[in-house]
């Protein structure tokens, strides 16, 4: 009979108490898995939505002045010798760097027109573009042709308009085709054409006043971006919109802090159970021991039996830890109503790791019971039977 023959036939006599180690370290190793994949699975989620968020880079015209508003509160100001964006211009983006990163460019041009006594901001587009630089847009109607117009829902719920009826801008008759169902947002109150629609209207052929890239990816370098497109624009203003987006991923990051530090008193926790659990089993067998060391079994075989037990039972723990962890994050999302369809993919490294860290675990809180066991004496353990 080997040494791993005793170690084994010693776990299935003491079944309680290897299965009471293996829990230990299987909740420790599930709960730092479930953690971890956790917050990989709600990064990844959340770069993904952000793919389809909408615009996140602005060019604007560039202008020493400084914003004279507040809070939405306009305290009025000059604005003088601020010259509009040329649309040939915007080729010019297509020659960066990180093009492929750029999902669609969306040119801008605003003026404003009166509409039966009402001003209103005539927004030019392009619709082309909307879906991906306005996905949250629901319309009742169609987008319009060059000879129509859509309504925000506060434009045309002041004007009196609905889908259908005609319009009067600059001696021009243009039908409303859509109405813009609300958004929250200043779209409500604009009314928007065709690019090249509203450029007519407001004497603006060939230029715009700004322009919206949607570019936020995972992997998007957003600031090597910006600067890219500064060089290739250098009369205009570039500027990344983060806000929403750092504010999530500052959030997720003090969350994987977290989780690291619950990791960190789980896994303590656990190697204080299977410590606590090897000591009482030595002290059970003694009288064991003192046979084995009796028959020649020198010190160091005693030693590998106890860590060889501890090993098992911390590799077991590990597979299988891994595996609950696993199953218990794909449960967790459906907490997260905004997280139920993250996907969670099997993870081969997280899975090696959760595996070392219960060995190391085991392993090591087994050291110092192994060490008291291989240094009892023969005769005061055979007194002990």
């Excluded at 080997?2 to 909740?27: E, H, P, Q, T």
């Excluded at 999530?248 to 802090?257: I, N, P, V, W």
């Excluded at 009796?294 to 039972?313: C, D, K, P, T, W």
């Excluded at 590799?315 to 994050?329: H, K, Q, R, S």
């Amino acid at each position: 009979m080997n040494l791993r023959d005793i170690a084994f036939r010693n776990m299935m006599r003491r079944k309680a108490k290897a299965g009471f180690v293996l829990a230990g370290l299987l909740i420790g190793i599930a709960t730092v898995v479930g953690l971890i994949s956790l917050v990989e699975a709600m990064t990844r989620d959340i770069n993904h939505k952000l793919e389809k968020y909408g615009a996140n880079i602005l060019i604007v015209p560039r202008t020493e002045n400084l914003s004279l508003t507040y809070g939405g509160l306009s305290l009025g100001g000059v604005s003088f010798e601020m010259e509009e964006i040329q649309q040939e211009a915007l080729r010019n983006i297509q020659s960066i760097k990180n093009v492929a990163n750029i999902a669609a460019v969306g040119p801008l041009v605003l003026g404003v027109i009166t509409v039966a006594e009402h001003r209103s901001l005539l927004a030019g587009i392009n619709f082309e573009t909307t879906e991906i630089l306005k996905p949250w847009w629901k319309l009742e109607g169609t987008a319009p042709d060059e000879n129509g117009v859509l309504l925000g829902a506060e434009a045309s719920r002041i004007m009196g308009l609905g889908v259908g009826d005609r319009m009067m801008v600059k001696d021009r008759s243009l039908v409303v085709s859509g109405i813009l169902q609300p958004t929250g947002s200043q779209d409500d109150q604009l009314i928007f054409a065709r690019l090249e629609t509203a450029q007519s209207l407001l004497g603006k052929e060939g230029r715009i006043s700004m322009a919206e890239v949607s570019a936020l990816c995972q992997d998007c370098p957003i600031d090597s971006m910006v600067k890219q497109i500064t060089d290739v624009l250098p009369g205009a203003k570039v500027m990344a919109i983060q806000q929403v987006v750092k504010g999530r991923m500052e959030t997720l990051g003090q969350f994987k802090q977290f989780s690291y530090g619950i990791s960190a008193v789980v896994v303590l926790v656990g190697s204080l159970v299977v410590f606590v659990t090897m000591m009482g089993s030595v002290r059970e067998r003694t009288g064991e021991i003192g046979i084995f060391r009796a028959i020649g079994f020198r010190r160091s075989h005693v030693m590998r039996i106890i860590l060889l037990e501890a090993g098992v039972i911390s590799a077991v723990a590990g597979i299988l830890g891994y595996v609950v962890g696993f199953g218990a994050t794909k449960g967790a999302l459906y907490i997260f109503g905004e997280n139920q369809g993250a996907p969670v993919p099997f993870n081969l490294e997280l899975a090696a790791w959760a595996l070392a860290i219960a060995l190391c675990v085991g392993l090591v809180s087994s050291i110092y019971p192994a060490v008291i066991a291989a240094r009892l004496d023969p005769n005061e353990a055979l007194r002990a039977i």
